[in-house]
C-alpha cells in the first residue's frame, strides 16, 4: 500500500527537468523492488540514485536498471538486507523510497500561450493488481528555473491549476504546489492528476518543439 507519494520536478535551463521521488509503501508481501515510471525515453539512466529507508536506518539498493516490467521507467532493487527487513512482517512493514533522476528534453513551447514554454508531468503509478487501496496523498510541486520570480507570468496546464505558488526561501525558487487525498491508481493512469506549468521562454536556454515525428515515435 501506498500512504504517502511527493514527488518534486525542477524545470531546468538547459531543457530537461529533476525529478525526486519520496514514496511512503507499506509492503504486505514479497517485495524485491520498485519500478517507477519515467516521462519520457529520455531519461538519464546513469543521473539515478535511490536509497530505502527502513525503521530509521537508509540503505542503498542493489541495483538501478532500466525496468524490465515498465515500458518508459526504472527498477530501484533491494538487497538482501532491506529484503529481510521488510518480508512477511504480520501487519505489514513500513518503508520510505527515495529517487532523483534527470529527464532531459522535457521543456516545450507552449502552443496555447505564445512566448511561453512549459512541462506536462504525470505522477507514477502502480498497478492495482500490485497496490492495496488508494495512495493516501499524492503531493506534486514543480520548481520554476532560477531568475524566475513574476509569478503573475506562470501558467498552468489546461483545466489543472496549481493549489498554491509561491516564492521558496529554502531554494530560492518559484514554486507551485498541488495536493490530494486517496488517490487510485487507475485515476492517475488516465492522467487526471497530471501536472504542469508554463513560463516566458526567455528563462529556459533550450526548448523543443512537438512535431510530427515525435508524434510517431
Same mark, same amino acid.
Not at 520536478?9 to 538547459?14: C, F, G, Q, T
Not at 514554454?117 to 495512495?135: L, S
Not at 493549489?163 to 518559484?174: C, P, Q, R, Y
Given at each position: 500500500? *501506498?500512504?504517502?507519494?511527493y514527488?518534486?520536478? %525542477?524545470?531546468?535551463?538547459?531543457?530537461?527537468?529533476?525529478?525526486?521521488?519520496?514514496?511512503?509503501?507499506?509492503? %504486505?508481501?514479497?517485495?524485491?523492488?520498485? &519500478?517507477?515510471?519515467?516521462?519520457?525515453?529520455? @531519461?538519464?539512466?546513469?543521473?539515478a540514485?535511490? /536509497?530505502?529507508?527502513?525503521?530509521? !536506518?537508509?540503505y542503498?539498493?542493489?541495483?538501478?536498471? !532500466? /525496468?524490465?516490467?515498465?515500458?518508459i521507467? +526504472? !527498477?530501484?532493487?533491494?538487497?538482501?538486507? +532491506?529484503?529481510?527487513?521488510?518480508?512477511?512482517?504480520?501487519?505489514?512493514?513500513?518503508?520510505?523510497? @527515495?529517487? %532523483? +533522476?534527470?529527464?532531459p528534453?522535457?521543456?516545450?513551447?507552449?502552443?496555447?500561450?505564445?512566448?511561453?514554454?512549459?512541462?506536462?508531468?504525470?505522477?507514477?503509478w502502480? &498497478?492495482?493488481?500490485?497496490?492495496?487501496? =488508494?495512495?493516501?496523498?499524492?503531493?506534486?510541486?514543480?520548481?520554476?528555473?532560477?531568475?524566475?520570480t513574476?509569478?503573475s507570468? =506562470? +501558467?498552468?496546464?489546461?483545466?489543472?491549476?496549481?493549489?498554491?505558488?509561491?516564492? &521558496? $526561501?529554502?531554494?530560492?525558487?518559484v514554486?507551485a504546489?498541488?495536493?490530494?487525498? $486517496? *488517490?487510485? /491508481?487507475s485515476?492517475?493512469? =488516465?492522467?487526471?492528476?497530471?501536472?504542469?506549468?508554463?513560463?516566458?521562454?526567455?528563462?529556459? &536556454?533550450? @526548448?523543443?518543439?512537438h512535431?510530427i515525428?515525435?508524434?510517431?515515435?
Amino acid at each position: 500500500s *501506498v500512504t504517502k507519494e511527493y514527488v518534486d520536478v %525542477h524545470i531546468k535551463k538547459d531543457g530537461s527537468i529533476d525529478i525526486d521521488y519520496t514514496i511512503d509503501f507499506v509492503n %504486505h508481501a514479497d517485495l524485491d523492488g520498485v &519500478d517507477i515510471g519515467l516521462p519520457s525515453k529520455y @531519461y538519464d539512466l546513469g543521473s539515478a540514485r535511490a /536509497s530505502i529507508t527502513v525503521g530509521g !536506518a537508509s540503505y542503498p539498493p542493489s541495483n538501478i536498471r !532500466a /525496468s524490465p516490467y515498465v515500458e518508459i521507467g +526504472v !527498477a530501484v532493487e533491494f538487497g538482501s538486507n +532491506v529484503r529481510s527487513l521488510i518480508e512477511n512482517r504480520p501487519g505489514g512493514a513500513p518503508l520510505t523510497l @527515495y529517487l %532523483h +533522476v534527470n529527464n532531459p528534453h522535457m521543456v516545450y513551447l507552449n502552443e496555447l500561450k505564445d512566448g511561453t514554454v512549459g512541462i506536462r508531468f504525470r505522477p507514477t503509478w502502480f &498497478d492495482p493488481a500490485y497496490q492495496q487501496g =488508494a495512495t493516501g496523498q499524492l503531493r506534486s510541486r514543480i520548481f520554476f528555473p532560477p531568475g524566475f520570480t513574476n509569478v503573475s507570468q =506562470a +501558467v498552468w496546464l489546461q483545466d489543472r491549476p496549481w493549489d498554491n505558488i509561491t516564492f &521558496d $526561501n529554502a531554494s530560492g525558487l518559484v514554486v507551485a504546489t498541488w495536493t490530494e487525498t $486517496n *488517490v487510485e /491508481s487507475s485515476s492517475l493512469q =488516465a492522467g487526471s492528476h497530471d501536472v504542469g506549468a508554463g513560463l516566458p521562454t526567455k528563462y529556459v &536556454d533550450t @526548448y523543443f518543439k512537438h512535431d510530427i515525428w515525435e508524434a510517431l515515435g
